[in-house]
């Protein structure tokens, strides 16, 4: 195993050199080829993730989990699709940052170039393996994948459509490799190798991120876990906070940006909690709330100490009444997983409070959790949603998988 971990990266650092060069066009019309040959090959694609859906199964995953992991016809349109909006998106690599000329008559300027090799362990959801590697192409990065093995099958077919259709449209050989081997010591070979990697990101659970952060020799960009709240203000519109609240907690409730707590304050909590906790109800959410909660309405489950630290990834709500804006913005900043809050209200002050002192990658006001979201924000797909600060933050798109170099153009100058 790790002489075949080795050679994939040295693989992947001779194709990066080759890839950091190669034109805008072929970039593009390979992104297109990808994302047509993904549409021909749906049955191909349905047929192997069938086998990680049966596998999953009979390990008694969580519906959610199943659906994260689950590909059909719609979903890999939505695949295709993405590819063609990161075609269509401008081509970070060698834009221009800055231009300035020094005393001396230097011209100095900063441009942006790919980082080289990415690494991508994931979990879960296959059509990662399409995000990455298509961000990872148009900015110019050569990626190894690396996905959960409860998505193998899945994961494994996707590359290969995505191979075919790049080596076919001149990207370098290499450009796009899969590990698939499934057991976890591959991630431990793929984390010493530095020389040839030059970034490596995690998306999953809270274990796996701790595990290569813990293990890795390569610089990290943690896409870590979401724990995101939804705070319906004092002058909140409650038929607003109805449709936000429900859409950040129902819509797709396995996935990060989806709201786990939701905080009411106390002067709006007797008249909003009782119909919004029955909509909820009505989605199937079991809710668990703090004892104001319960004192509103009753027949819900206690929330424990626990409940306001978990991210359920489920349908699954916590609810806590607060006594002011302060008090909910203590509550995220003890409880919160800095990705993405947001509040409902119609007071200005409160919005801009709200948006100033919340700590996280995305902040909200009157709008879902759930747009935190490369393709949402128009990035056309993402890499993940960072949640630390350096050197990137929030959903990852073209520019945060690039570098900058200096470009110094002189006439003679010697320094004295």
Not at 61 to 85: F, H, Q
Not at 359 to 380: C, E, I, K, P, W
């Amino acid at each position: 195993m790790k002489d075949k971990i080795l050679k994939i990266a040295q693989k992947a650092k001779a194709a990066s050199r080759k890839l950091s060069n190669i034109s805008t066009k072929i970039k593009n019309n390979s992104l297109m080829a990808m994302a047509d040959l993904l549409e021909e090959r749906t049955d191909f694609i349905v047929e192997a993730n069938s086998k990680d859906i049966k596998y999953a199964k009979g390990k008694g995953l969580s519906p959610a989990m199943i659906d994260r992991l689950t590909l059909n016809a719609v979903r890999i349109k939505e695949m295709s699709k993405g590819l063609r909006e990161i075609a269509a998106l401008p081509d970070p690599v060698g834009e221009v940052v800055r231009m300035w000329r020094r005393p001396n008559g230097l011209q100095i300027g900063k441009i942006r170039t790919p980082l080289g090799v990415i690494g991508i362990i994931y979990e879960s959801r296959p059509n990662v393996t399409a995000d990455a590697a298509s961000l990872c192409i148009k900015s110019g990065n050569a990626v190894i994948l690396r996905g959960g093995s409860e998505a193998i099958n899945s994961n494994i077919a996707i590359a290969k459509v995505l191979s075919e259709a790049g080596s076919s449209n001149g990207l370098p050989d290499n450009s796009i490799q899969l590990i698939d081997v499934t057991e976890r010591e591959a991630i431990f070979e793929m984390l010493k190798l530095n020389a040839y990697i030059d970034l490596i990101i995690p998306r999953g659970g809270h274990s796996l991120i701790r595990t290569v952060v813990e293990n890795s020799t390569i610089p990290v960009i943690k896409h870590d876990k979401g724990l995101c709240h939804v705070y319906i203000d004092s002058e909140a519109d409650l038929e607003m906070g109805k449709k936000v609240a429900f859409n950040a907690k129902v819509q797709r409730p396995g996935v990060c940006n989806a709201m786990e707590t939701l905080l009411v304050h106390k002067d709006v909590a007797g008249s909003f909690l009782p119909s919004m906790i029955k909509k909820f109800k009505d989605a199937n959410v079991e809710i668990r709330g703090c004892q104001r909660t319960k004192a509103i309405v009753s027949d819900i489950k206690d929330a424990t100490a626990d409940d306001w630290d978990t991210e359920y990834l489920d349908l699954i709500l916590s609810v806590k009444v607060v006594d002011s804006i302060d008090d909910a913005i203590e509550h995220i900043t003890r409880h919160g997983s800095m990705l993405s809050e947001a509040v409902v209200t119609k007071n200005y002050n409160n919005a801009w409070k709200f948006l100033r002192e919340v700590d996280a990658a995305s902040v909200f006001v009157n709008a879902s959790t759930r747009f935190t979201d490369g393709g949402q924000f128009g990035l056309g797909a993402e890499m993940g949603i960072s949640t630390q600060k350096l050197h990137c933050r929030g959903p990852m798109g073209l520019e945060e998988l690039t570098s900058t170099k200096y470009i110094v153009f002189g006439d003679g100058q010697v320094r004295e």
